[in-house]
């Protein structure tokens, strides 16, 4: 067997034991994530696990470069911003979508899908049905690569129609791609998003008409978690429609209780991905990347001494 070869197999069993101990399974119901059990001998929490948002720190490395530099900082999951220089899109043909999953399958990092910003509560109908079908064809791209969904966003609510119109109709949207997207093992994530959207009050009446169990919450960490009566309401209003992501920032950044929130999600065994989407600039990404992945072990450490 040559060398090239028994790399090439050394590496895809890597990256399979990778995935295998993640415990991700695409199209799974999402409420698994929000409420667990850890098991014998497991700490609550223990199924957790830290990844990147390629957004802003990820949008210019091209895949190999994304993919080597997650090994390096040792982060092994990502959501792939579609507009970015990893050039993962809809325009791929069959070849180069397998390229995308087969580079993932021989690498340790786990593709969990698309990064979206397809929305639903615009007034203009034939708008609205541009934005569902854009959705379901990215659906096929996460599915044809490997991934296990796509996340979209709620982005306001439009002027001179009703709120609680718009939040049905943000609702039935997600449902009738929820159905599409578990047809093909696919969950969707809704990010908690937009201008009035993103108050936990108006996710919540969202998700009173969502019924599709593959499409949960992605929390987001905005400043709008701590309005009205703070992060323990917001965070227990929704926490049982979250879904397998979480988005966050720095996880240092003193304007938000990072280890408040951590504690949350330990406390509930929350078993999904913290997804990295950091704004900072900083001089060497990968280094600050590993130091965030450290700095979120010890915060997860830290919330379980807390549980005991």
């Not at 569902?132 to 599915?143: D, H, N, Q, T």
Request: hydrophobic share 35%; proline share 4%; with cysteine.
């Amino acid at each position: 067997m040559s060398s090239k070869k028994t790399d090439l197999n050394r590496r895809k069993f890597i990256g399979d034991s990778a995935k295998a101990a993640a415990g991700i399974a695409a199209g799974s119901a999402l409420g698994m994530y929000g409420l667990g059990n850890a098991g014998p001998g497991k700490k609550p929490g223990s199924g957790m696990k830290f990844g990147l948002v390629t957004y802003l720190w990820g949008k210019d490395w091209d895949l190999p470069t994304l993919i080597r530099n997650c090994e390096t900082a040792g982060v092994y999951g990502v959501e792939l911003r579609v507009e970015h220089a990893h050039s993962v899109h809809a325009g791929m043909n069959k070849r180069q979508r397998f390229e995308v999953k087969l580079r993932f399958e021989n690498s340790p990092v786990t593709n969990l899908g698309m990064g979206c910003n397809w929305a639903f509560h615009y007034k203009d109908k034939e708008r609205l049905k541009k934005e569902i079908e854009g959705a379901k064809e990215y659906l096929l791209l996460s599915r044809d690569t490997g991934g296990s969904g796509i996340k979209v966003k709620p982005n306001g609510l439009p002027e001179g129609v009703p709120p609680e119109k718009t939040l049905e109709q943000i609702g039935k949207s997600l449902n009738v791609i929820g159905k599409y997207a578990a047809d093909l093992g696919q969950v969707i994530r809704v990010e908690v998003h937009g201008r009035e959207t993103q108050k936990l009050p108006n996710m919540k009446k969202i998700f009173d008409h969502v019924t599709e169990k593959n499409v949960g919450i992605c929390w987001n960490c905005n400043n709008q978690d701590l309005d009205g009566k703070g992060l323990d309401y917001n965070f227990n209003l929704v926490k049982d429609r979250f879904g397998d992501t979480v988005h966050c920032r720095e996880l240092g950044d003193p304007n938000y209780p990072y280890q408040k929130l951590i504690d949350k999600f330990v406390t509930m065994d929350y078993k999904g991905w913290i997804l990295l989407e950091a704004r900072a600039y900083v001089l060497d990404r990968v280094i600050a990347l590993k130091e965030q992945n450290d700095l979120f072990n010890k915060m997860v450490a830290k919330a379980q001494e807390k549980v005991g």
